[in-house]
């Protein structure tokens, strides 16, 4: 299985503070097509997740552009540029290029 | 609006089955490939299953495989999942996903708590 691994796990932000997270795969995530399937998911205290970004980079509809994804192969990361209190939430990454597909621990971001 | 309803979460005894329910709407259910997804309480998130647009073909992580079935109606739009000789290693909130992967819609989730 990809073994998806983020850090940190910790994440506390002053309001308007950037934030980056990081998440390594274990094997490559690039498909034999050149896509590269890793998704970035928000779940707020007591919600479902919530996609923000997929393939890599793609943010999702209504997702502030304050989010963003980057990364290739088997490093990725998810920056905020300006962290807002809406924001406080556990972070996952995940991957569906190999089945099963598998997530990252996810990362708490808190505000400082 | 796509909405995803779970439902049939329930107090079950070790090595005891539950059915779960997933009523879709907003969208066409049989052109998506759509997975379960659980998260222990507390805890991360699983990928248990996915099942093919048609119901042809079905995957399952290795801790629910021949304990587990997924499967679809899509005349009826809902999915389902049936889960057997349930363990307490599988009490979690169980989230039905649209998409294989993509996982671009989640519902609210359903409890399912295996105890004596």
């Known amino acids: 299985d990809a073994v998806m691994t983020q850090s940190p796990l910790s994440l506390p932000v002053s309001l308007g503070q950037p934030a980056s997270i990081s998440c390594r795969s274990s094997q490559s995530l690039v498909k034999s097509d050149g896509n590269t399937d890793l998704s970035w998911f928000q779940q707020r205290p007591g919600q479902s997740p919530r996609r923000l970004i997929y393939q890599v980079s793609n943010r999702d509809s209504g997702v502030p552009d304050r989010f963003s994804g980057s990364g290739s192969g088997t490093d990725f990361t998810l920056k905020i540029s300006r962290v807002e209190a809406e924001d406080v939430a556990v972070y996952y990454c995940?991957?569906?290029?190999?089945?099963?597909?598998?997530f990252g621990q996810g990362t708490k971001v808190d505000i400082k | 609006e796509v909405q995803l309803s779970e439902s049939g979460g329930d107090l079950v005894q070790p090595g005891g089955s539950l059915r779960l329910s997933c009523a879709a709407s907003g969208f066409t259910l049989g052109n998506y490939w759509m997975g379960w997804v659980r998260q222990a309480p507390g805890k991360g998130l699983e990928w248990v299953a996915n099942?093919?647009?048609?119901?042809?073909?079905?995957y399952y992580v290795d801790s629910v495989k021949g304990r587990f079935t997924v499967s679809r109606d899509n005349t009826k739009n809902s999915l389902f999942l049936q889960m057997n000789s349930l363990r307490d290693s599988d009490t979690a909130t169980y989230y039905c996903v649209r998409g294989g992967g993509g996982a671009d819609y989640w519902g609210q989730g359903t409890l399912v708590t295996v105890s004596s």
């Open positions: 995940m991957q569906y290029t190999h089945w099963p597909h598998t």
């Open positions: 099942i093919h647009p048609s119901g042809s073909g079905d």
